[in-house]
């Protein structure tokens, strides 16, 4: 996924944030992406999210246990060789 450098939200801050944790008073109410990126980085370090994020992977399935517990099930698989990843140096903007 990428986003242009230029990029600014569409949406004021109070719905684009997670009802669990709101945005700081102190961002702006239209955000550059950077800044909505600190956000969510701050979301996922509060709520120690880190340890279940798999970066190149790609979501096969997602199904929802019938066991009563609210578990899902999540099928995944590796969509880059394990070796050396050299990122591109170019940014396009999604339309």
Known sequence: MACARSTVTQVIKELM????????ADFPNYMRHSKFLEYLRMY??????E???QFETEVVSVEQQQDGGG?????????????????QHINLPLI
């Open 17 to 24: 944030s997670f009802s669990d944790f709101p945005m700081p």
């Open 51 to 53: 340890r279940y994020i």
């Open 71 to 87: 578990r899902w099930s999540v099928t995944t698989r590796k969509t880059k060789d394990s070796g050396p990843v050299f990122p």
């Open 44 to 49: 996922v370090d509060h709520f120690r999210l």
